[in-house]
């Protein structure tokens, strides 16, 4: 239909191109050049859209009507609201061959647990609020960090919780695009945390069902379908996990049980065998800690700071990045150099930089020149204990 209207007004503009001030199409070649490159503009930027296979958020459903669709067809708020704990049973396919089985939990608001068992061992994974780790084939437990682990548990909250009530866990849901192609039709709704963590949810627009996950800090894509009633609301009896790298496993879903009262437990990662001597771990991160202050004025690094405005929508209104150089001082706040902003890289001129480095200079040299003198009179916390010292031994010789 967009397409439609823009064409209309193509041919609009075009008549009043070929007719104006009585000129006619027959009578003018230059109208009908106009003419031809106005058709071959609008038929390029018809077939562009067309391969890239995207339609852009100005004219799609927010993302929270896209979620409340989903609800409304997989049974409900009220029957999700009233699942507190689940557990599935797996069969693992690997080209229609049978690979292991695999079983995963979840509690609400935001555990959740798989375990895969394979003839060669057994992989488990889980994701709280408190953590969120994997042991691996080689029996050690492996802590997850950074962007991996922001992500576990940014889907460890949308999954146990079935998408409900996102807004009251501070997670930020906007539509990005309507996908097109040779499959099925997707809207992708990104869902994200302040923490930097984002995940794209993909939605059916035909039948309302959750369709596909794509986690791009694990480079994981999952595929859900033949949904089918398990106790009161739908369940993806399917699931195809493709890991880049790894292959492409399928999920046949077995066995579905709700609220067995699943402890909080069993999403904490297990226990080492030997005991962990607390006051000798704790006198070495001590002394590591004094090193580390130690050497850490010695350094300088880049701080990327990300500012965004949302909308009530959830669309991003406005969207400054700023990146600076940091110079960590002693016992003070750092001095902190800004290098860009939104792309254009400060400083714009030799003024500039020579104002900014002085005041960068000035303020590090203003703070050693105050530790030098305070050192040479003895204000030091060292020299205030001795002072204090002799001021103690005076009293009591007196």
């Known amino acids: 239909m967009?397409?439609?209207?823009?064409?209309?007004?193509?041919n609009r503009c075009s008549r009043d191109l070929l007719f104006t001030r009585g000129l006619s199409f027959a009578r003018k070649p230059i109208a009908r050049c106009a003419l031809l490159l106005i058709v071959f503009f609008a038929c390029n930027k018809q077939m562009l859209r067309a391969q890239t296979g995207t339609t852009t958020s100005n004219h799609l459903p927010s993302a929270e009507k896209i979620v409340q669709s989903y609800l409304k067809t997989i049974g409900g708020k009220k029957r999700i609201a009233s699942i507190r704990d689940a557990t599935y049973e797996w069969e693992i396919q690997l080209k229609e061959r049978s690979m292991?089985?695999?079983?995963?939990?979840?509690?609400?608001?935001?555990?959740?647990?798989?375990?895969?068992?394979?003839?060669?061992?057994?992989?488990?994974?889980?994701?709280?609020?408190?953590?969120?780790?994997?042991?691996?084939?080689?029996?050690?437990?492996?802590?997850?960090?950074?962007?991996?682990?922001?992500?576990?548990?940014?889907?460890?909250?949308?999954?146990?919780?079935?998408?409900?009530?996102?807004?009251?866990?501070?997670?930020?849901?906007?539509?990005?695009?309507?996908?097109?192609?040779?499959?099925?039709?997707?809207?992708?709704?990104?869902?994200?945390?302040?923490?930097?963590?984002?995940?794209?949810?993909?939605?059916?627009?035909?039948?309302?069902?959750?369709?596909?996950?794509?986690?791009d800090a694990r480079n994981t894509t999952t595929r859900f379908g033949d949904y089918r009633s398990e106790g009161s609301i739908l369940e993806a009896h399917r699931m195809n996990v493709d890991i880049r790298g790894s292959g492409e496993l399928t999920f046949l879903l077995k066995r579905v049980t709700y609220n067995a009262g699943i402890a909080d437990a069993v999403f904490d990662p297990p226990q080492p065998a030997e005991a962990l001597d607390v006051p000798a771990l704790l006198r070495e991160v001590s002394r590591n800690q004094d090193?580390?202050?130690?050497?850490?004025?010695?350094?300088?690094?880049?701080?990327?700071?990300?500012?965004?405005?949302?909308?009530?929508?959830?669309?991003?209104?406005?969207?400054?990045?700023?990146?600076?150089?940091?110079?960590?001082?002693?016992?003070?706040?750092?001095?902190?150099?800004?290098?860009?902003?939104?792309?254009?890289?400060?400083?714009?001129?030799?003024?500039?930089?020579?104002?900014?480095?002085?005041?960068?200079?000035?303020?590090?040299?203003?703070?050693?020149?105050?530790?030098?003198?305070?050192?040479?009179?003895?204000?030091?916390p060292s020299g205030r204990r001795r002072k204090a010292l002799t001021r103690n031994r005076v009293r009591m010789t007196t």
């Open 2 to 10: 967009q397409l439609f209207l823009q064409d209309n007004a193509v």
């Open 100 to 215: 292991g089985i695999a079983k995963t939990q979840m509690k609400f608001p935001a555990s959740v647990r798989a375990q895969l068992t394979f003839g060669n061992g057994e992989i488990v994974s889980a994701a709280n609020p408190r953590s969120a780790w994997i042991y691996g084939l080689d029996g050690r437990v492996h802590t997850l960090t950074d962007a991996e682990a922001a992500a576990a548990r940014l889907q460890a909250g949308l999954d146990a919780s079935h998408l409900l009530d996102i807004k009251k866990r501070n997670v930020l849901a906007r539509i990005v695009s309507l996908r097109t192609g040779a499959a099925d039709s997707a809207y992708v709704v990104e869902f994200s945390l302040r923490s930097g963590a984002r995940l794209r949810y993909l939605f059916s627009p035909t039948t309302k069902l959750l369709i596909g996950i794509e986690d």
């Open 291 to 380: 090193q580390l202050e130690q050497r850490f004025t010695e350094y300088s690094f880049i701080q990327k700071e990300t500012a965004r405005e949302i909308s009530s929508k959830g669309e991003i209104k406005k969207e400054t990045v700023k990146v600076f150089e940091v110079f960590p001082i002693a016992n003070r706040k750092p001095v902190m150099k800004l290098i860009s902003e939104n792309g254009f890289h400060y400083p714009a001129s030799a003024q500039l930089k020579n104002k900014s480095e002085w005041r960068m200079n000035s303020q590090v040299l203003n703070g050693t020149r105050t530790r030098m003198n305070r050192r040479s009179k003895g204000d030091t």
